[in-house]
């Protein structure tokens, strides 16, 4: 009992140790945690800072980019202006030069680098390096492509609310012209007879049909009276109801039934699919008059000209309309013959169906100084010719002119150069109209009374 007592008073009298809890370390993790949270902050901010600084820059030069598309745009009417003020008034002297040739190069000295603007100024004799005004600034250009619509075939003349019927007659005979050849029955073209994406084989005949039946405003099949090349006559006479099976196809729709707003609506038109659009796209047009301007058709684009032979030819059953590599070979002779004389020696229609007549005899009566080329006319129009057809002055009349471009079609493009590998760019295409009358314009200047832009489109 004592041991115990001993034990337990020893126990009472050694002095009490209190343990304390270790906090060394608390610190450093509360820092640790602070610089985390305030990282993934500073982290953030810095990040959107950088994505709105970056949009700000883009915004800028992408208006920057558009004022310089813009601009290219401008110039392009000052260009047109030129044109229709200087060099077409004074064609039949200095021929058929066109300034939208030289457009690509005469861009650069406004909108070019310094390089660029050198060597214009080289080419031309000139020191543009102390000439103001010209460029847009370091890692600035704009470029501008100017072409011409005149030289197409306007799909718009067969439509409307009362149409043209001698037009409409006209464009059907020019289209079954250009789909003729046997070429486009097989590969690479395979256009007829072959079926399409939604399983519908097109034929030559009901496609010009289709074509003309989309613009006008009644639900009856066109009627064609136009003898087609080889003096066939149409697959079907027309006069029932237009039955193309639009509204039959998986994505259903109507037929317009009015002018063409834009040409890529053509591809909504019975018969016209991919094949025939990479074909035939660029021949066409929905602007400006119903009468091709032979002096615009680029050499390039010979099938057109060789549909005018075929449309204007007197016998069209001839043996030599009937080979096409014949037809193929006059066309791209006289579009070639055009743009190497500059239109010095093909200046009207007439002159034109007296050169396919009889060439030797269209040229004594040039040199001769018979401008319209009538004494050609009367000593031809009993022979063959030397290129072997006769052409019908008055069906001719019908599908081509010679005269001044009306209608252009420009593309514009501003570009700003970022860094070597990122560039921000603005795409504007537009059609100007030089022969519209603006009714209702605000302007004092006569010169806005005339022009304006038929299509415009911003990428």
């Known amino acids: 009992m004592r041991r115990i007592i001993n034990g337990v008073w020893r126990r009472l009298r050694q002095p009490v140790i209190v343990r304390k809890r270790r906090q060394a370390g608390i610190a450093l993790l509360v820092v640790t945690v602070t610089l985390a949270v305030l990282g993934a902050v500073v982290g953030d901010f810095s990040f959107n800072a950088r994505v709105d600084l970056e949009a700000a820059a883009n915004a800028r030069d992408t208006l920057r980019a558009e004022y310089l598309a813009r601009s290219g745009m401008q ?91 001698q037009q409409a007659q006209a464009l059907y005979g020019l289209l079954a012209a250009l789909f003729w050849p046997p070429r486009y029955d097989n590969p690479p073209w395979r256009i007829w007879g072959w079926p399409d994406s939604e399983g519908q084989i097109a034929q030559r005949d009901e496609t010009a049909r289709a074509i003309i039946d989309w613009t006008d405003m009644d639900e009856t099949q066109f009627m064609p009276t136009t003898t087609l090349p080889g003096g066939q006559a149409p697959t079907s006479s027309g006069g029932g109801a237009e ?30 699919g991919d094949n025939f659009w990479g074909t035939f796209g660029e021949m066409f047009t929905v602007y400006g008059g119903c009468q091709v301007n ?19 030819a007197k016998d069209p059953t001839s043996q030599v309309l009937m080979d096409d590599l014949q037809v193929a070979a006059i066309a791209q002779r006289i579009l070639g013959l055009m743009q190497m004389t500059g239109g010095a020696v093909v200046q009207n229609v007439t002159q034109l169906v007296n050169f396919i007549n009889d060439p030797e005899a269209a040229m004594k009566s040039m040199m001769q100084g018979g401008s ?12 063959q010719g030397a ?19 009306r209608i252009y079609r420009l593309d514009a493009v501003g570009t700003i150069q970022r860094t070597k590998d990122k560039k921000i760019q603005v795409h504007i295409r537009g059609i100007w109209d030089s022969e519209h009358v603006n009714q209702n ?15 415009w489109r911003q990428d």
């Open 75 to 165: 110039l392009s009417r000052l260009l047109i202006k030129v044109q229709q003020s200087v060099l077409d008034k004074n064609r039949q002297f200095i021929g058929d030069i066109q300034i939208a040739d030289f457009a690509p190069y005469l861009m650069k000295a406004f909108g070019g680098e310094a390089d660029e603007r050198a060597g214009l100024g080289s080419l031309l004799g000139i020191d543009v390096s102390q000439m103001k005004g010209l460029g847009v600034g370091k890692g600035a250009t704009f470029d501008v492509a100017m072409t011409s619509d005149d030289g197409r075939i306007n799909l718009n003349c067969g439509g409307g609310l009362n149409p043209n019927q």
């Open 243 to 272: 039955a193309y099976n639009y509204d039959g196809t998986r994505d259903p729709y109507k037929a317009r039934n009015n002018f063409y707003d834009t040409l890529e609506e053509l591809n909504l038109v019975r018969g016209v």
């Open 294 to 312: 032979v002096g615009a058709i680029p050499p390039e684009k010979w099938p057109i000209m060789a549909a005018i032979i075929r449309y204007a």
């Open 372 to 383: 319209n080329g009538s004494s050609s006319s009367s000593s031809s129009s009993s022979t």
């Open 387 to 405: 290129l072997g057809i006769q052409l019908d002055v008055a069906k001719a009349n019908q599908v081509m002119v010679m005269q001044a471009r």
């Open 441 to 455: 314009t605000t302007s004092g200047d006569p010169n806005d009374l005339k022009g304006t832009w038929v299509y």
